[in-house]
């Protein structure tokens, strides 16, 4: 299993916070936002991580983070020079991902949950987990069925089906590579996650798990402070 860490975007919705720098390095508390991504991979087991960034702050990436040594990983680093959709990553990590099965968290995404499991059970199909939440149209939005089983997802509904957002950890194994480079750009002009779920929904091969911890889309201002003072909370408690 390897690790794909997107942190690429422009992130314009956090201006003028992101005008000198990448949404991904912002302070969450006390770590550059993308510490936490990583380190959610890291603790799942997952040591061989290509980190996907935007051209604008390249260097500061390699700055900050360097060859992964002194996190315990390690490294590789692509250029994803448009952002042109989560999905993307996987054509983007093709030679990264190679004839491995791959975990992609996005680089915004803040968790404190353990995923150790799910990932190192993992074998063929497709995992994605869901949280509720109170604004789903600002996702990837999974009906479930009476039984509890996925029966369609939606990017971003007007209309939300259900309140089940798709949370940005995914875990897929390596048929991912040719199923996003077959993929239609959408209207919005991307190669939509939500597009490659439902290919392995239709085979049959998705399955949702729903997440009870703390998850955190940090790219907005409001997520932003909510991550950051959950972060400082739980610190100053560790601390006690």
């Known amino acids: 299993m390897k690790g794909i860490v997107l942190a690429g975007g422009r992130a314009t919705r956090l201006r003028p916070l992101t005008k000198i720098t990448s949404k991904q390095l912002l302070p969450v508390y006390n770590k550059p936002m993308i ?7 890291i603790k799942s087991g997952i040591k061989d991580i290509l980190i ?3 051209p604008d702050y390249a260097g500061h990436f ?5 060859s992964g040594k002194e996190l315990g990983a390690k490294f590789s ?3 994803q020079d448009e952002p042109r959709g989560l999905a993307d ?12 099965n791959v975990t992609m968290i996005l680089g915004d995404n803040i968790f404190d949950f353990n995923f150790a499991q799910s990932i190192q059970s993992f074998t063929k199909g497709a995992k994605i987990f869901a949280k509720e939440v109170q604004d ?3 996702f990837g939005v999974v009906e479930f069925d009476a039984n509890h089983k996925a029966i369609s997802i939606e990017e971003k509904p007007k209309q939300a089906k259900s309140n089940y957002a798709v949370t940005g950890i995914y875990i897929y194994d390596n048929g991912v590579v040719d199923i996003a480079k ?12 939500t597009d490659v779920n439902n290919e392995y929904l239709t085979r049959g091969e998705l399955s949702v798990d729903i997440i009870d911890g703390i998850w955190e889309d940090a790219g907005t201002f409001d997520s932003l402070l909510r991550a950051n003072n959950y972060w400082a909370e739980k610190s100053k408690a560790a601390s006690s």
């Open 62 to 66: 390699l700055n900050l983070l360097g």
């Open 182 to 193: 077959n993929i239609k750009p959408s209207d919005r002009g991307e190669i939509e996650i």
């Open 77 to 79: 680093y692509e250029v």
């Open 89 to 100: 990553a996987f054509r983007v990590g093709e030679n990264f991902i190679g004839d491995d």
């Open 35 to 41: 510490y936490y991504p990583i380190e959610t991979l």
């Open 52 to 54: 996907i960034i935007a």
């Open 136 to 138: 789903p149209n600002r």
